[in-house]
């Protein structure tokens, strides 16, 4: 008998006894040496103190279980997740249109994904249903190399027919004017610049682009992005966007097992799963009224982990902090980056120097002081350095300081007078009236009320210091939003942090032949800057490119960024480990929910 096999043996042996609770040793159970894996030796030695029953080592039968399943990377207990709204990981419709491949996603899979660069580092990607992929060196061929031994939770072997099939599903309900109701898919613009997709066989696909496409993997990688389909499932669904998906057959690591409406929603660990298969065996899924009954949830201990878009609130989180059981992750400008930004074609942001002016007249660090633990000043002209890397032109950093005395200097230097009225402060135009400012609030910039905040410090210097009239700051309905700020010279905008992470995000100032941007800006060497980067392949030409235009913005200020929020996530640290790495790397909720370890025995034993 193979020494491999006596162990086996007595695994199975051992896991079957049945003796009194004993309370739950710390860190997970057989794991002496704390690096969150237990080894044959440590489960060899962890069995021969049970069965020898030594009251000051032994671990009971369940905890021997839990052991057992560490040792052999078998899915153990239940995790209970809690999130606010019902259309989480299992939409109550069709996934095929819910946003694509969402980060959110257990049970599909895209081909790649995407992971957080290492501050000053290069992007880092993740194969899902791809083991490797390269492109042409025009990026007008990108050719992925898939998994060979993935299958359908229905059993169904998973091939590049899958990927050309979805490709085309994509391209075929792509019209918004298709006359069907429910056959147009919102999301067929994602794969818009692919002009076809061949399989040479079952394994390899490849995408011919209508163009240069360089950064065509983080398409696929980054939100929306876009799953990979069933061929054998959707192929007979004509209407995509109107049929109701009672079955949800992905690849993913987790299977659909079960929804309440309303209430919860089930996964369960699919053992057919082509990677490495997940350490929990059941994914629960609670629907919760709002952010304070997750709280509490959590604190009961009813839940293991609370889930949303940008994580806990800063005060939320601190209010947290230190509770027995309860660790919190805070990830840096995990959440959202503000700013100030100007709608260039309205007075007095039309006048460029009129922003360059601005651009020192704004107190990040008094911001960053009202919002609370996790705000970071940005000190760049709009991405994001803890997501951006080495994409950062580091001359362009710290042009705009906080500095009235420069702002009241550049200010006259444009044609404004600076003078009193009433003993205040007033600022005259170069019309000769008093300067106003009209600003909403509303949209991603009023999270947490932080547009409330900007608009607090702004008043103490833009009034208080440079006699502009903030007129008012009327909060208006996020459905009518883009039609204020189409016509206020500032607005705040908040967009997720990712939208903030690389150089060809810095699109979002080009005037292109589509139309004009959100800031109305348009200056025509940035715009043929972008459509020059579009087109180009070449990683080292690319990032010159990008400083290029990170100069322009520097020069222009179309927007001053503000600062960016940490994201914070709160779990039950004595249930479960693994947390912070597995959040802090990124990468979705299938890397983050199959990389955790059950370290506590409960989570085996609820209803």
Not at 82 to 96: D, H, M, N, Q, R
Not at 253 to 274: C, D, N, Q, R
Not at 531 to 552: V, Y
Not at 573 to 585: E, P
Request: proline share 6%; with cysteine.
């Amino acid at each position: 008998m193979t020494e491999r096999y006596l162990l086996k043996s007595l695994i199975y042996c051992a896991v079957l006894l049945l003796v009194c609770c004993a309370p739950v040793t710390a860190g997970i159970p057989g794991d002496t040496d704390s690096d969150t894996i237990v080894s044959e030796r440590e489960l060899s030695t962890a069995i021969l103190n049970y069965l020898t029953a030594d009251p000051k080592n032994s671990l009971d039968a369940d905890e021997l279980s839990l052991a057992a399943h560490n040792c052999l990377h078998l899915p153990y207990g239940q995790l209970i997740i809690a999130v606010a709204g019902e259309k989480y990981l299992i939409p109550s419709t069709s996934y095929i249109d819910q946003k694509g491949v969402p980060a959110d996603s257990l049970i599909y899979e895209g081909l790649v994904t995407k992971l957080r660069p290492k501050e000053g580092g290069p992007k880092e990607y993740l194969g899902w249903l791809a083991e490797e992929w390269e492109s042409s060196d025009d990026a007008m061929t990108w050719t992925f190399h898939l998994v060979r031994d993935a299958t359908w939770h229905d059993g169904t072997p998973f091939t590049s027919a899958d990927v050309q099939f979805t490709y085309e599903y994509f391209r075929d309900h792509g019209n918004p004017d298709a006359p069907e109701a429910g056959a147009y898919l919102v999301n067929s613009g994602i794969l818009d610049g692919v002009e076809s997709v061949e399989c040479p066989d079952d394994y390899t696909a490849v995408f011919h682009m209508k163009s240069c496409d360089p950064l065509f993997a983080e398409t696929l990688a980054t939100g929306p992005g876009i799953a990979v389909f069933p061929a054998h499932i959707w192929s007979t669904i004509d209407l995509p966007s109107t049929y109701a998906d009672t079955a949800y057959i992905g690849t993913g690591p987790f299977a659909y097992a079960s929804t309440i409406s309303g209430t919860l929603s089930k996964v369960t660990a699919y053992e057919g799963y082509h990677g490495e298969m997940p350490n929990v065996r059941d994914i629960i899924i609670k629907n919760y009224e709002d952010e304070d009954a997750q709280l509490l949830a959590l604190k009961k201990g009813d839940v293991d982990f609370i889930s949303g878009e940008f994580g806990l609130s800063p005060k939320k989180a601190a209010n947290l902090a230190n509770t027995p059981g309860i660790g919190i992750c805070q990830i840096p400008s995990g959440g959202q980056a503000f700013e100030v930004a100007f709608t260039s074609d309205v007075y007095p942001a039309n006048i460029t120097a009129f922003r360059r002016a601005l651009s020192h007249a704004v107190n990040r660090e008094r911001v960053c002081w009202l919002v609370g633990e996790g705000a970071r000043p940005t000190d760049t002209v709009f991405l994001v350095p803890a997501l951006a890397g080495d994409q950062i032109n580091p001359a362009t950093n710290n042009r705009f300081t906080y500095d009235i005395e420069e702002a009241k200097r550049q200010l006259a230097g444009a044609g404004f007078n600076l003078t009193e009225k009433d003993g205040r402060p007033l600022l005259l135009g170069p019309d000769g009236k008093q300067v106003e400012i009209t600003i909403p609030l509303a949209g991603k910039a009023s999270t947490n009320a932080v547009d409330q905040k900007i608009v607090a410090v702004l008043k103490e210097d833009w009034e208080g210091k440079l006699g502009i009239k903030i007129v008012d700051t009327p909060q208006v309905d996020d459905s009518v939003y883009l039609d204020w700020i189409a016509k206020t010279a500032v607005h705040f905008d908040g967009m997720p942090g990712r939208w903030h992470e690389d150089i060809d995000r810095l699109d979002n100032f080009q005037r292109s032949p589509l139309g004009e941007n959100y800031y109305h800006f348009d200056n025509a060497t940035f715009n043929s800057l972008i459509t020059q980067l579009k087109n180009t392949a070449d990683p080292d030409t690319r990032r010159e490119i990008g400083f290029q235009l990170q100069e322009i913005l520097a020069e222009e200020v179309p927007c001053i960024p503000v600062f960016s929020q940490d994201a914070f996530m709160a779990y039950r640290s004595d249930r479960f480990v693994g947390w912070d790495q597995a959040l802090l790397d990124g990468g979705g909720n299938i890397r983050l929910f199959t990389s955790i370890k059950p370290a506590s025995v409960e989570v085996d034993q609820r209803a």
